[in-house]
């Protein structure tokens, strides 16, 4: 390999740590395409209704808005390889029911909603944990590059998926492919495992000092400042490995006949106060608020209408398979691909918060012509076209995240924007389900294409500190 190739694909990838992530992200990514592919498909195809696909596809998202808070904390809290590890094998072990209750003769529409459940339970923890480690993983000035690298193991898993479910389908059926995802997300718990992410140093938001200076991932952030240290009831005091004494407790400002608070306790409380928090710095900050609100707004519109309508459109509109749904899919992600290579070459030159804004705008606009369509054909170009809208969205959201927030910070934002993202999706897809009961798919597709558009340009009007963000 020449010498220029070795010196970008070093750049690319930067260290073994940000390539192995992305690896194991392109497996899991693939598999989970699989996944998405097979569960609405096999949804429409043993109830043959609209609604009930619907709410399949929104207990694929609920679990986001029920755990997104929680699992910023623990993401900012805990050892984050830790919890992508635990993630990962709950994803793995509960996919694989699906094929077994095919097997043993229960498989029903509920089965596929409590699984999908399951699936995005585990995946509300796993998000915000691989959003917050990639400081770990790279430099400050590697940031956009790394999350333009990560933003490719989608894409390429979106193409690598539907190639794959295609061939599959042909071969073995539809159930098959939940035991390929299985096995993807077992792939990606191995490159997790050996990943050996960097320390980081951190600043409390209840006060100014530096806490945990070179902080590990495993370790527990402490709510109080560090000359609080001590005061806590029932923790132990700092340089004791136990609990607190009646002597050690009166020196921490303890009585000595005060009851011990149980540690789990102490770390509720703390958590809830770790929400307080993020909620608080997200109101407060002229940046992250804004994003926050239009990307609520344009996934509530748009989420829904992507997540249900397309197999719907493709299944009624065009009397399509499987196998279309997922060369659908396909085009989808040769777009974004295209996208993203776009960035990685003249994404410097614009400034994210105008490329995130400008991104909103096409992600809703592109999906207008989805009315006009006549052949599948022209349906794939127009998702192709469509595709390269989202990067624009997702790379710049991630890069003003990682640059903006402070480090132990980060993970309760990336929640509460995979709340915005995926909690709105589930909202959306449930209504979505109920909606194309009445009107068609196509026209579905042009209403939403216009307001999600809109949701854009009322960003660009508006949210001037985000517009300005470089």
Not at 75 to 95: E, F, K
Not at 175 to 185: K, Q
Not at 238 to 248: I, L, M, N, V
Not at 375 to 390: C, E, F, P, R, Y
């Amino acid at each position: 390999m020449s010498s220029p190739i070795k010196r970008y694909l070093r750049s690319v990838f930067q260290n073994r740590n940000l390539s192995l992530l992305w690896a194991g992200q392109v497996v899991s990514m693939s598999g989970d395409s699989i996944y998405q592919i097979a569960l609405l498909w096999l949804a429409l195809e043993l109830t043959a209704s609209k609604a009930i696909t619907g709410l399949v596809a929104m207990s694929s998202y609920l679990p986001t808005i029920l755990l997104a808070l929680v699992a910023g904390v623990v993401a900012d809290r805990a050892n984050r390889r830790r919890v992508m590890l635990i993630a990962d094998a709950v994803r793995a072990i509960a996919i694989f029911g699906i094929p077994l209750a095919s097997l043993l003769g229960f498989l029903s529409p509920w089965v596929l909603v409590i699984n999908a459940f399951v699936i995005a339970s585990a995946a509300a923890f796993f998000n915000p944990a691989k959003d917050a480690i990639i400081p770990q993983l790279v430099p400050p000035s590697g940031l956009l590059r790394a999350n333009s690298l990560i933003q490719t193991s989608w894409q390429l898993a979106l193409l690598m998926g539907p190639a794959i479910a295609g061939g599959l389908l042909t071969l073995m059926g539809l159930i098959p492919l939940f035991a390929f995802d299985a096995g993807a997300y077992f792939l990606s718990f191995v490159t997790i495992w050996l990943l050996r992410p960097k320390p980081e140093r951190s600043i409390n938001p209840a006060c100014s000092s530096v806490v945990g200076t070179d902080r590990h991932p495993g370790d527990i952030l402490s709510s109080k400042c560090p000359e609080d240290e001590g005061t806590l009831g029932g923790a132990s005091v700092p340089g004791q490995s136990g609990p607190a004494t009646a002597e050690s407790a009166t020196a921490g400002g303890i009585p000595p006949h005060a009851t011990p608070r149980s540690p789990w306790i102490v770390r509720v409380r703390e958590g809830w106060t770790d929400i307080r928090q993020g909620l608080s710095y997200t109101a407060k900050q002229p940046v992250i608020l804004p994003l926050l609100l239009i990307t609520v707004a344009d996934n509530l519109f748009i989420m829904g209408p992507a997540i249900v309508g397309m197999p719907v459109l493709i299944r009624e509109t065009f009397a399509g398979s499987a196998s279309d749904y997922a060369l659908m899919a396909m085009a989808f992600a040769v777009g974004m691909l295209l996208g993203t290579v776009g960035l990685v070459l003249w994404g410097g030159k614009i400034p994210k918060g105008k490329m995130l804004l400008w991104g909103m705008v096409f992600d809703g606009f592109t999906f207008v012509p989805y009315f006009f369509a006549q052949t599948l054909t022209q349906l794939g170009v127009l998702s192709v076209i469509h595709g390269m809208a989202v990067p624009l969205l997702t790379v710049s959201r991630a890069s003003l995240i990682q640059e903006v927030v402070p480090a132990n910070m980060r993970g309760r934002i990336f929640s509460l924007i995979s709340l915005a993202v995926v909690g709105m999706s589930a909202i959306s897809s449930g209504l979505t389900g109920l909606i194309l009961e009445l009107i068609p798919a196509p026209l579905l597709f042009l209403i939403i294409g216009t307001v999600g558009g809109l949701c854009g340009v009322i960003g660009l009007l508006f949210a001037k500190q985000l517009r300005k963000q470089l």
